[in-house]
Each structure stands twice: as structure tokens, then as C-alpha cells.
């Protein structure tokens, strides 16, 4: 069975930065071959797509909403995926959600996602 496992989460600063880790508890072949992403759900709105990555790390998509501000990465000797977030601001509060797809090439359509994590929260503050 695979775990996704969010962190990284918490209070910050308008302006500042943050990086989300998520640690996925399957195989480390099975690992390179998931397309990853992150999505959020800000409170009294729908999930959104943040950014994805292709198995091996070379292609990655980001939401206008985040574009030049976040970045995803992943490390398949560690299992882990990654989201850089920069100069963060009030509208990218929200429960972050770190996700691993079947679908190598990564993909911004929630329900291509097969595996899900239980979310960590971002609070940005003025």
C-alpha cells in the first residue's frame, strides 16, 4: 500500500518562504515511475492544481496562480517530491496536498491522481 506523507507546513509571513516535503512510502522503482503533484484547497473553495513533475524530473507545469513564485522538484533516491514556495501572499493560504499519479508524465487533473496525502496547512498572515 502506498503512504503519502505531507510536511513542511505552518504560519508564515507574507513575503516569506516555505518548502513542503512529501515523502512517498512505495518502492524506489515504483517511486520513479509515479508523475507527482500538489494541489491545495483554500477555505470555501474547490481543490485546485498547483504544480506537477514527470517521473524523472526533467518536466514540471505550474499554475498561473503560482508560476515564477513555486517550484516543484523531486529527489528518487529519496522518494521525495518537493514545493519551493516563494514571496508567498494571503491568497495561497491553504491545506496543500501532495499527490502520485500512474500517469509518469505527471498531470494536472486531480482525478488522474491515485495516490493521496492527508494534506498539510499553509497560513500566510499579513
Known amino acids: 500500500q502506498v503512504q503519502v506523507v505531507e510536511s513542511g507546513g505552518g504560519l508564515v509571513q507574507a513575503g516569506k518562504s516555505l518548502r513542503l516535503s512529501c515523502e512517498v512510502s512505495a518502492s524506489r522503482h515504483m517511486f520513479s515511475t509515479y508523475g507527482m503533484g500538489w494541489f491545495r484547497r483554500a477555505p470555501g473553495k474547490e481543490r485546485e492544481f498547483v504544480a506537477t513533475i514527470n517521473w524523472s524530473g526533467e518536466y514540471t507545469t505550474h499554475a498561473d496562480s503560482v508560476k515564477d513564485r513555486f517550484t516543484i522538484s523531486r529527489d528518487n533516491d529519496k522518494n521525495m517530491v518537493y514545493l519551493q514556495m516563494n514571496r508567498l501572499n494571503l491568497e495561497d493560504t491553504a491545506v496543500y496536498y501532495c499527490?502520485?499519479?500512474?500517469?509518469?508524465?505527471?498531470?494536472?487533473?486531480?482525478?488522474?491522481?491515485?495516490?493521496w496525502g492527508q494534506g498539510t496547512q499553509v497560513t500566510v498572515s499579513s
Open positions: 499527490a502520485a499519479s500512474l500517469v509518469s508524465a505527471g498531470t494536472e487533473s486531480w482525478y488522474q491522481y491515485d495516490y
